[in-house]
């Protein structure tokens, strides 16, 4: 079996896996988080947020699926925008979820260190301000990709977006070189730490502090959480960035065996990131026992619902005008 078909072979198996367990999962997620149960906190709205983010990301990767994984040709005129354009949501995504994470966190230590400014500043107000304001940041720190010399890395290639790589002018160098380092930085090193200090505050907290019986659960529920996301978002993102970092510059077309390491690779690794953005849902039920009992709740006050229905439409039916 030649490299071509094990990188095509893992990106394709493995994209199902993910995109079908992310799909099925996010959508459990939102329909758990739109009970009055959770939706009534500033965390639940952040964590509503960033399931819909990480569906547009899934969403995205469908035009690596089809035309990488599945070697679909691309016939549209405007391919260069398309590149552009999943460009650029793929990396606003890489970018927001985390630090939308991290802004959990940060409700988390003031829960904890600040109950009493808890209803101040932990509302729905200041959460969609913070959105707004993270979501138009995010847009300025990716905006590069939108540009007219952001087009495809190789000719011979339709599908690998980038400057050109074989005439490397100013922005081809920030790209290849300086953009990987500042992707690590700010999408994932940089958040992480954050996440981990926030989660030693708090647990200091609870430790420090008596709490009621329930309060102290639910808190210790929230720590395994966050940090359960935290182990998942580094297993899954750093390798990857990494690996992006240290090769995606120093490919070389024309020997044949590294190109095509450099494509299995990245399709194994490339798993592993999609990973990110598909299993929060069943961490969150793992961790989670207020979640998943929101959760089962929730299936069986709609089968409960649909019985109801199944059994008022026949009664309705028998009952005929005089």
Excluded at 283 to 302: E, G, P, V
């Amino acid at each position: 079996m030649s490299a071509t078909s094990i990188s095509s072979a893992i990106g394709m198996y493995g994209y199902v896996v993910t995109f079908s367990l992310g799909l099925i999962g996010h959508s459990c997620s939102l329909l758990t988080f739109s009970q009055r149960q959770l939706r009534s906190t500033s965390t639940t709205l952040l964590f509503f947020n960033i399931t819909i983010f990480d569906m547009l990301y899934l969403f995205m990767s469908l035009y690596d699926f089809f035309l990488i994984n599945l070697g679909l040709p691309q016939l549209s005129p405007y391919y260069i925008s398309l590149c552009r354009f999943r460009t650029f949501i793929i990396n606003f995504v890489q970018t927001i979820s985390p630090w939308l994470l991290v802004f959990i966190a940060f409700d988390r230590v003031i829960r904890a260190r600040l109950p009493h400014r808890t209803k101040q500043l932990c509302t729905k107000k200041n959460v969609i301000i913070i959105l707004l304001m993270t979501i138009l940041c995010t847009i300025a720190f990716n905006s590069h990709v939108l540009q007219s010399s952001f087009t495809v890395a190789f000719p011979f290639s339709h599908v690998i977006c980038g400057p050109s790589h074989e005439n490397l002018t100013d922005y081809g160098i920030f790209y290849y070189f300086t953009w990987p380092v500042l992707q690590i930085w700010i999408n994932i090193l940089i958040p992480a730490l954050l996440m981990i200090a926030c989660l030693i505050i708090v647990y200091q907290k609870v430790r420090s502090v008596a709490m009621v019986r329930h309060n102290q659960q639910l808190q210790n529920q929230m720590i395994l959480l966050m940090l359960s996301k935290i182990i998942l978002f580094l297993i899954c993102t750093l390798p990857y960035g990494t690996y992006r970092m240290l090769t995606i510059y120093l490919v070389d077309e024309q020997n044949v065996t590294k190109y095509y390491t450099f494509f299995i690779i990245t399709a194994v690794l490339t798993i592993f990131l999609n990973a990110n953005f598909s299993l929060a849902f069943y961490i969150h039920c793992l961790t989670s026992t207020l979640f998943r009992q929101t959760f089962f709740n929730t299936i069986k006050n709609c089968i409960r619902q649909r019985r109801r229905q199944a059994t008022v439409q026949p009664a309705v039916c028998t009952i005929a005008p005089k």
